[in-house]
């Protein structure tokens, strides 16, 4: 068994890979959802061949990825509280479970905090609706480069979207308009998200472009990030982590914003990083493809991300840990673009499973249903030998 200071543990976070309905989905209009299997129908099945390894077809049946005869640690992960956005899934992950649900405006944002916002950010507003992010800047961009008011719009989701073209209002005035919003939006209208969307191009061939930032509210209780940072143990965020918690419990921050430059990222820091948690998001299943509803493309990148862990895998040494998940799921079959109320994949192996499939042996894992929050437990078993009783989740490596 690997000395503590030797533990290193990578939690890669496959953004909107739901596995399937949660029981209250129909409370969200999200019954039978089920984002992995929809999309191996769509595509005439996955080919997975390092998920599948590890499990992947052990969790659900799923067209293309056969059962494993010997899979790693495997099974689905639940929500315990409300939501199915980006913020719940992984402050859940790592032991945030918030009671009520944050504000949503399926009727665009009231009068009275338009003009409270109008007046935080000293930009004007136009659109005001739930709107796919692509439509709304394709619609509301040629009035915005005329006019310079933010292109404003939200989603079933908690959150306020401000689009801007680059040319119109550089990115550091965005994401200043943005601060404001969010310090303005607090009490009943503590909005889980504030996105900043700078653009460029020119009418008919707008772009969003990769300075995508989200100001976040605080976590509203101590996380499993905060109790490794108490241990003496780094939190590295790789692509919007430190974003998604507001920087609470994310010792650095490293860009992400495709899921090439994170898993560079990734990679990177597992030839710098001795002892730590490395924590990314893979965010283009969700952001690219599974909003746009774009099967090929939701495929293309789950294949490269299969090739990225089979790789990640034989760099493993005996004291790492490697866990695969997602937050939520974006069925491609279901009505709308919106996220959807779903149950997240668990993958888990450490280095010395990995090691021994290749010398021949058998990785031995077992099945596990849990709470997101597990995920968090065993980062923090792993890598600091405690538990944190008083939040929620268990250990699923001993």
Known sequence: MSDLRDRRAIVLVIDACGVGALPDAEHYGDEGTNTLAHLADAVGGLELPTLQALGLGSILPLRGVPASEDPAVHGRLRPLGPGKDSVSGHWELMGVVVERPAPTYPAGFPLELIARLVSAMGHEIICNRPYNGIAAIEEFGAEHLRTGALIAYTSQDSVLQLAAHVEKLPAAELYRACSAARAAMTGEHGVGRVIARPFTGVQGAFARTDGRRDFTARPPRRSYLEELQSAGVDVHGVGKIRDLFAGVGVTSSHPGATNAQALQCVDELLEEVPRGLVFAN?????????????????NRSLREIDLQV??????????????????HGVDLAHPGTDHTREYAPLLAVTGAMARSTADGGRMG??????????????????????????LPGRSFIS
Request: aromatic content about 4%.
């Open 365 to 390: 894992g077992a099945r596990h249903d849990g709470p997101l929050g597990d995920v968090g437990a065993t980062v923090l078993r792993w890598l600091a030998g405690v538990c944190a009783d008083e």
């Open 310 to 327: 089979g790789r990640l895998l034989g760099r493993l040494r005996d004291g790492d840990l490697l866990i695969v998940t997602a937050d």
């Open 282 to 298: 893979l965010v283009e299943t969700d952001q690219v493809y599974g909003h746009r509803k774009d099967a090929h493309g939701f």
